[in-house]
């Protein structure tokens, strides 16, 4: 996901001396998790595992920057193998014919000094949706291993009615309404920001 623009917030702790460049997503620590509402008794809970981003971040224009993301549909985990098997099928995302969900940025707006909203278009089982996440930076720094790369951290959070893309099983006894969270590390390249 060009995610450059989650980084909208982080610009402040940029110095104006940074320029445009492709900031790479760390797999290792970002996390995308939902939850359903199951019948109003309890949540259930699920993330996934495959994911890709692109990234590219201006802090001197931030409307320059841009994200896109890109999801394994297939790599849907909610902790239980029948369950999974069901998420997979025609009755949800339809993994076969739509193996991918994508989310690319159109806006941003900033809110606060660490915060920002973002707006983009996500397709889920090939119908897109306009949706929008609260941002949240939770620090930018040098990485304290490798100095020469700098490190942001960010939580988005936001909403999604599935059954405007078609997801329609279950619902309302099934939750439409889905929150999502997506805790995500980026690193800049080497040498290429520097930090206040």
């Known amino acids: ?35 359903v509402n199951h019948l109003g008794f309890s949540e259930t809970r699920g993330t996934f595992s495959e994911f890709d981003a692109d990234i590219t971040y201006d802090p001197a224009d931030i409307a320059a920057s841009s994200v896109s993301f890109t999801i394994d549909a297939a790599s849907v985990n909610t902790f239980w193998e029948a369950r999974d098997a069901h998420v997979r099928n025609a009755d949800f995302l339809d993994v076969e ?24 278009d996500m397709t889920i089982k090939g119908v897109t949706n306009e949706v929008s996440f609260d941002v949240t930076k939770r620090a930018m720094a040098a990485n304290p291993f490798n100095p020469a790369v700098a490190v942001a951290g960010f939580q988005l959070v936001g909403e999604i009615d599935r059954t405007e893309f078609g997801i329609n099983y279950g619902a309302p006894a099934i939750g439409a309404v889905m929150p999502v969270t997506i805790d995500l590390e980026i690193n800049a390249p080497a040498d290429s920001v520097a930090l206040n």
Request: charged share 10%; no cysteine; aromatic share 8%.
């Open 97 to 120: 014919n739509h193996p991918t969900i994508t989310f690319v940025s159109t806006g941003v707006t900033p809110t606060g000094d660490d915060t920002a909203t973002l707006t983009g």
């Open 1 to 35: 996901m060009k995610l450059t623009s989650l980084i909208l917030a982080g610009a402040l702790a940029v110095s104006p001396s940074a320029f445009a460049a492709d900031w790479t997503l760390d797999k290792s620590h970002t996390f995308i998790g939902f939850s």
